[in-house]
Structure formats: structure tokens, C-alpha cells
Nanobody
């Protein structure tokens, strides 16, 4: 089992910044991918960004150049620095931890943290 604890959401004005953190604990695999997904009301959950334990990153197109994902492997923690926030970034952001066993992915989710971008 893996537990994920998120922090850092809140209300911010357009153009502002927020930093999300997610700490993983439990049975952590040395090779894994951690990332952030978001779900806005009435929409499907979508990948925002993820990063492998080797440092390879992947971003959703709309956040490229504005968001930066990073991780501290010693702390099993992933961060999402969000700059130049827009109202359309408003959503519940979920931390995700996943690892591959053979051809199957196993995933865990955080409880979600609300990000609201509004003036």
C-alpha cells in the first residue's frame, strides 16, 4: 500500500502562482512515476504533468511553459509549481503514484486539493 498526502491548493488571482506538494509513504518502489491530474466540474480527469523516478517529465499542452513538475526521490515527494495561472486551471488536483509490474500499471491516488483561480 502507498499513501499520498497533498498540500498547497487554494484560491489565487489570475496570473498568480501556487505550489502543490505530494508526499508518498508506504511500500514505495524504486522505479515509479508520480504526477498530477486535475478534474474540473463536468469534465473528465486529465493528466497535468508527471515525472519518472529517473526525471523524465511529461506535460499537458495547455500547461507547458507555465507549470513545472519536480521531485525529491529521497523524500518521495513530488511538486507542481504553477505560474501564470488562468481561470481555466480551476479544478481539483489529484496526486498520482504508479509503477509498472510486467505489462500492468498499478496506481494510487491522493484525496485531491482544490485550486481556484479567480479575481
Amino acid at each position: 500500500q502507498v499513501q499520498l498526502v497533498e498540500s498547497g491548493g487554494g484560491l489565487v488571482q489570475p496570473g498568480g502562482s501556487l505550489r502543490l506538494s505530494c508526499a508518498a509513504s508506504g511500500n514505495i518502489k524504486s522505479s515509479n512515476t508520480m504526477g498530477w491530474y486535475r478534474q474540473a466540474p463536468g469534465k473528465q480527469r486529465e493528466l497535468v504533468a508527471d515525472i519518472s523516478s529517473g526525471g523524465q517529465t511529461n506535460y499537458e499542452d495547455s500547461v507547458k511553459g507555465r507549470f513545472t513538475i519536480s521531485r525529491d526521490n529521497a523524500k518521495n515527494t513530488v511538486y507542481l509549481q504553477m505560474n501564470s495561472l488562468k481561470p481555466e486551471d480551476t479544478a481539483v488536483y489529484y496526486c498520482n503514484y504508479k509503477f509498472l509490474v510486467g505489462l500492468s500499471w498499478y496506481a494510487y491516488w491522493g484525496q485531491g486539493t482544490q485550486v481556484t483561480v479567480s479575481s
